[in-house]
């Protein structure tokens, strides 16, 4: 019988329940061929569904065929899910075999518990579910991963098969086809291809080295970052990676953040940490003089390296790591510039976003959380003020209730990648609690001390994560000003090779980031591989573009050009890369 | 009796004799104005001599005038210093009330122990010394200090008196006027007024915080350099500021330069620290794929900020510090590349070093020390490899022996500053010990794997020092492309603000750091202050600018130029600081 509630549901709703169904379809698969299965916990999740076991053997991706057609047996077979309620007697009774099911009876405070029974494979589970099977119209198997019990790396690790289901076989393939397309854009696959970064096991996880191409592209956007702050009113300045633990106590990291600090190390008998943020050191340096409020807003800003601890098992590639380099700075000014200021901060944060080729963003206002510093007249103020400074943006955004930072209200952009995909972008954060606790002042016209509005803000949020985002958003093949490599040239014959170097040269002279492939390799080797390196430009030069100061053009996508002269090609790349150009012409 | 070994001293071995017997004389004023002293040592030093005393009070600038006023009447009244001998018995019952006298007495391994006299005051010394008083020519006492007995922390802390002594008045006022010049331009005075950088007690001493003009000037540098480093073939890369301890111990640095080190700090288990060189990530970068001869050389460069530990009693300012940005590049060749590679290295270094003004240099050339890595023919092979570079480069050169890193034969280049002080410059130094360690390696044309030649080097040491060796070079008043402040609008009146605003934009545009000074005070005040800023040019517009588009120039020296057409000044400025042009002229 369809309750109530099931009939409510809108079409998000009804496709979480088929896939939760479908994972109940798994477990019943699963356990027709290991009949000695201990059965986990099986969701509905984004996309799709998974189930955890305790299996007498690790399953291979060979296993997922075998187990895919034991559900589409079951499926045709169009077996119906029943529901009903038991006592916790009767449940313990009918999982007397499950452990980890009878770990969870004992958790439900209710005395009445739901079962849900199709076929032979009864779960503890309220539902609700499809009425029968065959409802689960397209579902796949599409991984296997290890998954503490309970997410606890104490207790068993459990196998874990993950499983996509959608309404129809088309959307199943739209999906499928969009994760394929995700693993070829994987920034991890992407940055060994192409030679970006690596990370060592044997210096340690989540810390990132940057090759030489990855180190380019750094530049590039490094170097664009400062000269936009520059000319936006920021002073850039430098501060230690390292600072002492009493610094961090006095500004509460050490009592909030604590988690994410790494231990401290001993010097002359004093202990230090190394800097979860850079906060501290710019408060330093703006209280090395004495503020008037005509010297205000001062900005301050530093690319500054940061560490914070993750678990090992949640780092993923440049996306989640242990130190990154935030693009970070802090504004300092007086409550009635604070609109204005906002204001500045998202014209700068959009304007990088869409030089960088990010054209969709989703904007969150965060709110007072439970517990919080300053008064709540200071952040009902805080709050007006960003969100006038959003409307002023003309920035449509949605109000994230209670989300806010302990110690003031935020704003934070997510940007989308071509892929759809969100990503952390900028952020905006109002902070009443350092001002407070460092004493961080200004002298007004009236005379009196006064606290500062301290705003903290990043606008690609960290090196690290930015060029992730930037990777999978292009799949690799960056936009000409941003390409480690922008155009190589390549001789027809080793006689071409002094041609080959004078372009070279001109080239370097405006700027360009060109190489020579000399090697002694035929012409189509040497294009696959800058194919392959995704180079926006290969000049192949021989005997007629020799004569006729030539060059000719063969773009990364594999399109031939005609041969154009030489001057002409130089003008085209020169204003490519000034202009930061995001398609790929000519 | 003057001694044979007097007879043949030099005059700088003379010199050094007065400025004992000085040490003698204050130590003598010392004992009439405090009767109960105890003294320590009195050595002659560079310059001068000092003399440590156990005192009922503290010293103060003021006793200074009182002492160096007795010392005169003692060298007035030509008292002679006389030469004994007594054995330790007969000493230590002279000495009895001097306990640090007492504890010297105990460690001289000889029966016989030296004494000298002169007046009251009797001294366990050796000597030589003059034979009376009179032949101290000229002397001042310049300072005071706190120094533990025989420089352990442990011990009692005397008080220190500095004099410096010379042949002739004429000599010694040229001293103090040097002393004077050398104070004026102390990077650490210098730094605080032009607002360049601070040191925080609260974030640790050697820690260096850098302001915002600090951090631009240190940003042309880096560009520069990063711009020079580029063109020569060297890769930029980035390497984290953590890796796990085991990583240092393979290295040998856990137990060659512990000392140096930071203690641990852990992560899940693991010890990490914080790094002290960036060599390691550039060989775990080098080692992310099998290299081949035809690679090479490879040329790692970073702006590598690194962490080693001093004892705060040997903090100075930004010449000694604790947390340092090394320009460092690490280069990975064949041995049959080194020497030009090393050639290499010394032209840019040399280019560097003198476009940044300095024209002085000495060049050290360090051979094999007692205990070293690798064998004595790959000592010899390097160490003439060098030699080598340094001849083709024209270098006059010394060798240091027996003072090479225990890893590899190095050069050092120290060079000197506007007051003849040296600073220690490039160094560059053959690795035989890493590619070892860590099988850093190559295969040859042979198809055999090879272990590479691995250079270490830096330009310019770190940012923090040489930027007080140029502080101290130009006492501030950098060349106009370094300096952070480059142009200062002077408006006359509020009505000519809008053309001081029209040339500040098209200064910016041409790249110039400029400001408007449009604060409400006199024309005079404003040029006073951006001359103690030291900012090169200063460009006053008045009526008479304004009407004919011109600025009337004023330079940081204070001689004022004619009027000139406003184009020509922006041509001239522009064309200053592209071309890196030390003098200030139009």
Not at 357 to 362: E, K
Not at 534 to 559: C, F, H, N, Q, W
Request: one cysteine or more; hydrophobic letters at 40%; aromatic letters at 10%.
């Amino acid at each position: 019988m369809v309750s109530d509630k099931q009939q409510r549901a809108t079409e998000g709703e009804k496709l979480e329940i088929v896939r939760h169904s479908a994972a109940h379809v798994l477990a019943e698969a699963v356990q027709s061929i290991f009949p000695d299965v201990k059965f986990g916990i099986g969701p509905a999740i984004e996309n799709g569904f998974y189930y955890d076991f305790e299996l007498p053997r690790s399953l291979t991706p060979d296993d997922l065929p075998l187990i895919e057609a034991k559900m589409r047996e079951i499926i045709a077979s169009n077996v119906p899910f029943i529901g009903q309620e038991a006592t916790k007697g009767e449940a313990r009774a009918l999982f007397a075999a499950q452990p980890y099911k009878l770990e969870l009876i004992d958790e439900i405070p209710d005395e009445k518990v739901g079962l849900y029974r199709q076929g032979s494979f009864l779960d503890l589970c309220r539902g609700p579910h499809v009425s029968s099977a065959g409802e689960i119209k397209a579902f796949k198997l599409v991984s296997i991963a290890g998954a503490y019990w309970r997410g606890d790396e104490h207790r068993p690790m459990l196998q874990r098969v993950y499983g996509v289901a959608f309404d129809t076989e088309e959307a199943l393939a739209e999906y499928l086809r969009k994760l394929d397309e995700a693993a070829k854009r994987d920034h991890r696959k992407l940055g060994r291809e192409l030679d970006l970064f690596s990370i060592h096991e044997e210096a340690g996880p989540g810390l990132v080295h940057w090759h030489p191409k990855g180190a380019g592209i750094r530049r590039v956007i490094e170097d664009f970052w400062k000269d936009e702050h520059i000319k936006r009113g920021y002073d850039l300045i430098y501060t230690p990676h390292i600072a002492k633990l009493d610094l961090w106590k006095t500004s509460g990291h050490w009592e909030f953040y604590r988690d994410y600090l790494y231990s401290p190390m001993e010097v002359e008998g004093q202990e230090y940490i190394i800097k979860p943020m850079n906060c501290l050191g710019h408060i330093l340096i703006y209280k090395t003089s004495q503020r008037s409020y005509r010297e205000l807003p001062l900005r301050y800003a530093e690319l500054g390296t940061v560490y914070r601890y993750e678990r090992s098992g949640v780092l993923h590639g440049l996306s989640r790591v242990r130190g990154f380099t935030q693009d970070d700075a802090h504004i300092f000014c007086r409550f009635d510039q604070l609109e204005d200021e906002v204001v500045g901060v998202l014209d700068l944060a959009l304007f990088m976003v869409d030089t960088f080729g990010f054209t969709n963003y989703q904007v969150l206002l965060s709110t007072r959380p439970e517990s919080y510093a300053g008064t709540i007249q200071a952040w009902d103020e805080a709050t007006e003020t960003l969100s006038r400074a959003l409307v002023r943006q003309k920035l449509a955004y949605n109000i994230d209730p209670g989300e806010g930072v302990f110690y003031g209200p935020k704003i934070d952009i997510k940007f989308e990648d071509a892929q759809g995909r969100g990503w952390q972008g900028p952020t905006i954060q109002v902070d009443f609690n350092l001002p407070q606790r460092f004493d961080v002042a200004y002298i007004g016209e009236d005379g009196q001390e006064h606290l500062v509005a301290m705003v903290h803000r990043t606008v690609l949020g960290s090196m690290e994560r930015f060029l992730a985002s930037l990777i999978e958003h292009y799949g690799g093949a960056f936009p000409v000003w941003l390409a480690p490599v922008q155009a190589m040239v390549i001789p027809v014959a080793d006689r071409h090779l002094d041609y080959a170097r004078k372009l070279e040269d001109e080239l370097k002279g405006e700027g360009v980031r060109v190489v020579v492939d000399a090697r002694s390799e035929t012409v189509n080797l040497k294009i696959r591989q800058a194919q392959l390196d995704k180079i926006p430009y290969m000049l192949v030069v021989g005997d007629r573009e020799v004569a006729e100061s030539t060059v000719s053009v063969r773009l990364r996508s594999g399109e031939q050009l005609a041969s154009l002269p030489f001057d002409g090609f130089k003008e085209s790349i020169r204003e490519a890369i000034v202009n930061r150009v995001k398609e790929l012409r000519l």
